[in-house]
């Protein structure tokens, strides 16, 4: 099925805003989510120690370097935040999104996107700052960085549909809030 009526993007194989394609993100997210928690918790000495099976009292100094306190609020518990929309933002809409809910797919994109990016830096900073890694940090990093090939294709497909709307002299704006079927929510 190929036109305006698919459930995939013209010219792909497969829908990106499907269950199969999204759950497992959501999934991911929220395991990430528990795990950034968690260390959060002990960053603000809710809980007194930090399970770490490898890196001795690594995860301790990531914890509690400097780099980790560069904002206000622990680098875990702002993990911890951005988990959780992503969770919520793969959660929302149908799997018509690429196309019906372009704002929705292009934050989900952004939130994760910036995640993993933000991770491998913390991660790459680890050995060559801090001299030292974290068993659960690293668990985190690989959580991000695998969740953003697949919430880049759903997001190139929903900047598929915008650049056809260009190409087509529509309304790139309001497609873009409302979608190619004409509302914000369906489906």
């Known amino acids: ?8 993007p013209p010219g792909w194989t497969y829908n990106p805003s499907s269950w199969s394609e999204r759950l497992w993100l959501i999934g991911v997210a929220v395991i ?8 959060g918790l002990y ?24 780099l980790s306190r560069v904002l206000p609020v622990p680098d875990a518990i702002l993990g911890a935040m951005a988990y959780a929309i992503d969770a919520v933002a793969g959660a929302i809409g149908g799997t018509m999104r690429w ?15 910036p995640l993993g990016l933000v991770s491998v830096l913390l991660v790459t900073a680890q050995p060559l700052l801090l001299h030292a890694w974290c068993t659960l940090c690293l668990l985190s990093a690989v959580i991000s960085v695998v969740m953003i090939g697949p919430a880049m294709d759903e997001v190139l497909a929903s900047l598929q549909v915008l650049k056809r709307a260009k190409e087509q002299r529509r309304a790139v704006w309001a497609i873009f809030w409302k979608g190619e079927g004409g509302t914000a929510w369906s489906a």
């Open 32 to 39: 990430g989510f528990f795990i950034s928690g968690y260390l």
């Open 1 to 8: 099925m190929t036109g305006t009526g698919s459930l995939r």
């Open 43 to 66: 960053q603000w000495g809710i809980i007194d120690t930090v399970w770490e099976p490898w890196f001795g009292r690594g995860s301790e100094t990531v914890l509690h370097s400097p």
């Open 99 to 113: 196309k019906t809910m372009p704002w929705m797919v292009i934050l989900f994109g952004l939130a994760v996107g």
